[in-house]
């Protein structure tokens, strides 16, 4: 939605600026956004389903929140992203997607087809990312690597994890917050 009259940042602060009031210029704002923060987030999760929820909580976040953007303290577009950056913390620290804003604005969950699919996986190469996070987990302890694999790799809870390792859930916790706290850095590739 680059009109030629303002330089991009310009132009999408003044769109979120006029959001306070207008759904259509937060609509044009998404537009603008919506694909670069999808990516952001499958970078990450290297999951469609996750990173369309997470873009989805971003931006009704940033809708919830709209009156906190003030342009003197950063652009639109760094606002934004840090908000999806707590969101991914988020994320990452409770293991799962926080729907409650999601469900505070009456938002419904992204369905996807098949070819949303393709094109969300289209919009990343993964092979650098692929590579780095094989070495980062190459890297950990078995204990670290063996929880992480469990809770993320095969998407069990602290209790699964905990039984399989011998462990008690506070341990398991633990393990996999050491596990992806060190993997973390790999993933911010990109």
Same mark, same amino acid.
């Given at each position: 939605?680059?009109?030629?009259?303002?330089?991009?940042?310009?132009?999408?602060?003044?769109?979120?600026?006029?959001?306070?009031?207008?759904?259509?210029?937060?609509?044009?704002?998404?537009?603008?956004?919506?694909?670069?923060?999808?990516?952001?987030?499958?970078?990450?999760?290297a999951c469609p389903f996750v990173?369309? #929820?997470?873009?989805?909580?971003?931006?009704?976040?940033?809708?919830?929140?709209?009156?906190?953007?003030?342009?003197?303290?950063?652009?639109?577009?760094?606002?934004?992203?840090?908000?999806?950056?707590?969101?991914?913390?988020?994320?990452?620290?409770?293991?799962?997607?926080?729907?409650?804003?999601?469900?505070?604005?009456?938002?419904?969950?992204?369905?996807?087809?098949?070819? #949303?699919?393709?094109?969300? #996986?289209?919009?990343?190469?993964?092979?650098?990312?692929?590579?780095?996070?094989?070495?980062?987990?190459?890297?950990?302890?078995?204990?670290?690597?063996?929880?992480?694999?469990?809770?993320?790799?095969?998407?069990?809870?602290?209790?699964?994890?905990?039984?399989?390792?011998?462990?008690?859930?506070?341990?398991?916790?633990v393990r996999v917050s050491r596990?992806?706290?060190?993997?973390?850095?790999?993933?911010?590739?990109?």
């Amino acid at each position: 939605m680059s009109s030629g009259r303002f330089p991009v940042g310009e132009e999408e602060d003044r769109l979120l600026l006029a959001a306070r009031g207008d759904r259509d210029a937060f609509a044009a704002f998404y537009g603008d956004q919506s694909t670069r923060i999808l990516a952001f987030f499958y970078r990450r999760t290297a999951c469609p389903f996750v990173s369309a #929820d997470l873009t989805a909580e971003t931006f009704a976040e940033a809708l919830a929140s709209i009156h906190r953007f003030s342009p003197k303290r950063g652009t639109a577009t760094s606002w934004l992203y840090g908000i999806a950056g707590n969101e991914y913390r988020q994320w990452l620290r409770r293991g799962r997607v926080a729907d409650r804003a999601r469900s505070r604005m009456g938002i419904q969950p992204i369905e996807l087809s098949s070819e #949303d699919l393709e094109r969300i #996986d289209a919009l990343v190469d993964f092979a650098p990312l692929q590579a780095a996070v094989t070495a980062a987990l190459a890297d950990l302890s078995p204990l670290l690597r063996d929880a992480v694999l469990l809770r993320i790799g095969n998407d069990l809870t602290y209790e699964e994890v905990a039984r399989r390792l011998d462990c008690s859930v506070g341990a398991a916790r633990v393990r996999v917050s050491r596990g992806l706290a060190r993997l973390q850095a790999v993933m911010e590739i990109g």
